[in-house]
């Protein structure tokens, strides 16, 4: 065969039917026999976009993400979308032809180093060395994404897809994970046996290990509250009496009031990241001397980040099946506490949830004075600009059943943690600790790809949703409806915030003067409305999702918000400022 059939036929025996990117001479031999392969290239508009396509579709399906570009910038685009995935712990394969072997070094067309580039967002690269060896290194990268669990870069140089080679296709090898050291296991058993509070915290490894029941199991097992890591709202049913709402920044107070009088706190599938325990809401509920049972299926994240009394290195199912087996028949010192712990959760829950009822607006000095602002003026729309928590409650109550949500980063999608809740896994998905905006709408469109039978929703704010509009036109263009929610405030809000409480409000290069963003998705092809009255948020989602359900179309939902804003992100990294030199004394 060809090395580009050696190529294909890997990638066919890996399960791949979609790959994301745009086309390019460097691959144009193997991109002519994707088609009979059953292969879609789906074409984007930005290269990022096609890496945070590949991103979702992996984390949604459970398989590889795949994202291919031309040599030198179209494999440089991608740096930021394989980065993000890098931090979600997502098997995404970059595929990235470089320029032909005898010309390297000479400084050509679309020439650069490209595995340097990845080195520090990439679990394994593998570099074609000859073109016989084709199928070998193709199939290495799918494994090693499976097996790390993380993004790995295929390297070709462009003119190794050519010639004429024996090879056999690998079939794929898959790790069958398992629960854990038995000495580690007993020691964890034997610490939740005396623990009389214990707290488990559900992190991305439970959703990845498809372990989500065997948690539930562990939780009831133990009467254990369960608070979701950051950015993992879907590692746990909301609709169970045990959920208590995700950590961290804009998290669930209950979940945070629970966790702190933990005296053992079992970390399931978490490498408990520093950003995702941080004080919130004005609590430092972190349980200093709690002991911490962490479970991670990589040994280097155990103990990392917070001390840990026993550190187990395993699968999440296949650990929670162990404990709850090694737990089945035993006395515990948390039974007889059982029903007083279960109407502790049920009392915190709903007092977080009359809060979140009675919090319609946020009430810092900035944000009074941006309400009042809004009332002295007028949407282009010609209607009224919303409170942000207001309408995510609306958005909450109007959410359809199975829902895919990604969100963005910045200060509304930050504070739609708390009201953004699952009862399935692989339905929610930020862009973790890289926090790169732009991150939404093609993540979602990629999900999207994966799952065409569920809704997907993408939330962004203004400023973040201008690094990625352009991907609507691929969703349009490529039969893929999503719908997108735009919270039009006018700001980066996020450091905006910053500016508010470290700056004196002074603001530079925060303010954005928008056009229409529902326009513009009517430019590109999409369905567009522009909400401004409160009691029309509920119908515009529930319209969107009948248009993308049922009519196969994207649609763009703008709503006009007040500038008023949560926390800040970055409490714990910023400090007032000090002014030594004379000429900038008033800037402080």
């Known amino acids: 065969m060809t090395p580009s059939e050696a190529f294909v036929e890997t990638l066919v025996a890996n399960g791949v039917t979609d790959m994301f990117g745009i086309m390019g001479s460097a691959f144009m031999d193997a991109m002519d026999i994707f088609a009979p392969a059953g292969i879609r290239l789906v074409p984007v508009v930005h290269e990022q976009g096609a890496a945070h396509m590949a991103d979702g579709y992996a984390r949604v399906s459970g398989r590889h993400g795949v994202v291919i570009g031309q040599n030198g910038p ?52 593998g570099h074609v060395t000859h073109p016989a060896r084709m199928a070998e290194y193709t199939g290495r990268c799918f494994d090693r994404a499976m097996s790390e ?32 050291g038995t000495k580690t296991l007993n020691e964890a058993a034997e610490l939740l046996a005396s623990a009389k509070f214990p707290v488990i915290v559900s992190g991305g490894g439970v959703v990845m290990a498809d372990g989500v029941e065997a948690c539930q199991a562990l939780a009831e097992r133990l009467g254990a509250p369960v608070v979701n890591s950051y950015q993992h709202n879907d590692s746990f049913p909301a609709s169970h009496p045990l959920w208590c709402g995700p950590l961290g920044y804009q998290g669930s107070k209950a979940g945070m009031k629970l966790i702190a009088q ?37 040994h280097k994240m155990l103990g990392l980040v917070k001390k840990i009394a026993v550190g187990i290195c395993g699968d999440a199912k296949a650990t929670a099946e162990a404990l709850v087996e090694r737990l089945a028949e035993r006395d515990l010192a ?87 809740r699952f009862d399935k896994p692989r339905s929610f998905f930020a862009p973790m600790s890289f926090g790169n905006c732009g991150y939404a709408l093609p993540t979602i469109i990629g999900a999207k790809a ?30 893929i409806p999503v719908t ?15 500016q508010v409480e470290f ?20 430019a590109m092809g999409a369905e567009g409305i522009t909400v401004d009255r409160l009691e029309d948020v509920e119908p515009a989602l529930q319209k969107a999702i009948d248009l993308q359900m049922n009519e196969g179309k994207t649609c763009v939902i703008e709503i006009m918000c007040t500038r008023e804003l949560g926390d800040p992100f970055r409490r714990d990294a910023l400090k007032k400022p000090v002014r030594l030199l004379e000429k900038y004394q008033d800037y402080v």
């Open 74 to 125: 179209g494999i440089s685009n991608c740096v930021t979308g394989i980065a993000a995935a890098y931090w979600a712990h997502s098997p995404v394969v970059i595929v990235t032809p470089e320029a032909g072997t005898t010309g390297i070094g000479l400084g050509g067309f679309q020439e650069c180093h490209q595995l340097p580039m990845f080195q520090e967002f990439t679990k394994y690269q």
């Open 484 to 498: 997108a929610v735009v919270f039009h405030n006018r700001q980066w809000g996020a450091e905006k915030k910053n």
């Open 262 to 298: 933990a005296d053992v706190v079992v970390a399931l599938g978490t490498r408990l990241g520093p950003f995702g325990t941080l004080p919130q809401h004005g609590l430092d509920y972190w349980p200093k001397d709690a002991k911490i049972i962490q479970v991670d299926a990589d």
């Open 334 to 420: 948390c039974d007889s506490t059982k029903g007083q712990r279960a109407e502790l959760i049920a009392s915190e829950k709903a007092a977080w949830e009359k809060e979140l009822d009675e919090w319609t607006h946020e009430k810092d000095p900035f944000s009074l004075d941006a309400i009042d602002e809004a009332k002295g003026e007028t949407p282009f729309s010609g209607g009224e600009y919303l409170h942000p928590r207001q309408v995510l409650r609306e958005l909450e109550k109007a959410m359809p059943a199975d829902v895919m949500v990604s969100t963005d980063i910045g200060n509304i999608n930050a504070v739609a943690h708390s009201y953004l």
């Open 503 to 522: 700056y004196n409000r002074r603001f530079v290069a925060g303010e954005l003067d928008n056009q229409s963003f529902a326009e513009i998705g009517r």
């Open 450 to 479: 994966a799952a065409p039978h569920r809704p997907a929703i993408a939330y962004a704010g203004d400023g973040a949703w201008g690094m990625s509009l352009m991907e609507t036109m691929t969703a349009v263009r490529e039969n």
């Open 149 to 180: 669990m993380g993004p790995t870069q295929l390297n070709i140089p462009r003119d190794y897809f050519y010639g004429e080679i024996e090879c056999e296709i690998p079939q794929p090898s898959r790790l069958d994970r398992g629960p854990g």
